[in-house]
């Protein structure tokens, strides 16, 4: 088994984000019946993976790719190749696509597979959410492109979030809201709503961001306006608006709360880039904030237009994003837990500039 006699992972300490390590065990000599090995080649970092490190308890993101004691493993995005398969449904060679733990390999137990790819039937995932638990074949799948597959890591699972938040407002007639305002506008999840929003018919488009990133997010052409956190209150509190909460900032919620009170019509919370800071508690005046958690929303609409149906309508819309997309972030690569731990201590602590996007590896 070549390249396969130890998997090297990153780790962060559950409770303390900001202390990470790196640490090798490892791979299984022999696989049991119904396993494969995956060789987890290339993944993107973003601020959606410090979310999931930020939410990891509360939303179950801990549990995908289990971790010793008090540590855990983020959950990314990315491409594997199967190293060698005892199960029907991965053969050996292949490459797919699907969630990944930051690591340079992964068991998986294939089932319900088909020519579109296969699930992990792992005991330890089969209570959590399936949208996570797929894994796509390359060489069928038709959003796929090996020129764009930098892309599709960093942006293809934001933007399934986006265009669901999107469904989501569409579908209950933007709860009667006039503007649609988006926290942490610089953000990949947020930009990609904005682009849906400005393409349809809906409300008007507002980014709420940092001084430092409006002019990035002005020159993405897709909201309607731009303002910097401590200038919310020059916007129209006599407007009914929806807030979508991509920084999960405790203070700016209950800013906008008491601002805009009983106008504000729809609160949401996607994200946290924002993670350390007070997320709140209190009461707030206007509509009662809520969790936004997209496998909810794509399986209703599942169940409504079946799963093909719904990849057909999202494939549309990706396709109809990739093109601007391509123009607004810079790729970088790095390689090596080296790399790995500065990009991720870096997004951490929100130094990352929002042009780039970083696609990494844990081998050298």
């Known amino acids: 088994m070549a390249d396969t006699t130890q998997k090297t992972g990153f780790y962060v300490a559950r409770t303390d984000l900001e202390k990470c390590s790196v640490a090798e065990a490892a791979v299984p000599d022999m696989l049991e019946e119904g396993q494969a090995l995956l060789k987890v080649e290339r993944f993107a970092f973003t601020a959606n993976n410090i979310t999931y490190a930020a939410f990891g308890e509360a939303m179950r993101y801990w549990e995908f790719f289990p971790a010793p004691e008090g540590q855990g493993q983020i959950p990314v995005w990315g491409f594997a190749e199967v190293v060698t398969s005892r199960a029907e449904g991965a053969a050996p060679g292949e490459r797919v696509y699907g969630y990944l733990p930051m690591s340079t390999h992964l068991v998986v137990e294939p089932v319900k597979a088909d ?46 979030t986006s265009w669901l938040i999107n469904d989501l407002l569409e579908d ?155 123009s607004w972030i810079s790729v970088i690569e790095g390689r090596g837990p080296t790399a790995v731990e500065a990009v991720y201590l870096a997004t951490l602590a929100g130094k990352v500039p929002p042009h780039e996007g970083h696609i990494l590896s844990l081998w050298d």
């Open 115 to 160: 020519a579109a790819g296969f699930f992990d039937g792992a005991a330890h995932r089969r209570e959590l959410p399936v949208i996570y638990n797929h894994y796509v074949r390359c060489a069928t799948d038709p959003g796929y492109a090996a020129k764009t597959e930098e892309l599709q890591m960093l942006f293809r699972p934001l933007f399934m």
């Open 172 to 326: 209950n007639d933007f709860f009667d809201g006039k503007a649609v305002i988006l926290s942490s506008a610089s953000s990949k999840t947020a930009f990609g709503l904005a682009f849906l929003l400005k393409a349809g018919t809906g409300a008007r488009v507002i980014g709420l961001t940092s001084g430092g990133n409006v002019e990035f997010v002005e020159g993405l052409g897709c909201y309607d306006q731009v303002l910097a956190y401590d200038d919310i209150t020059t916007l129209d509190a006599s407007e009914p608006a929806v807030f979508v909460d991509f920084a999960g900032s405790g203070p700016l919620r209950s800013a906008l709360h008491h601002f805009f009170a009983e106008n504000l019509k729809y609160s949401c919370s996607v994200g946290a880039s924002h993670w350390d800071q007070p997320r709140g508690g209190e009461a707030l005046p206007g509509a009662k904030p809520t969790l936004f958690f997209a496998p909810s929303q794509a399986q209703k609409r599942a169940k409504e237009w079946g799963t093909a149906g719904l990849m057909a309508r999202f494939a549309a819309d990706w396709a109809a994003f990739l093109g601007p997309v391509s």
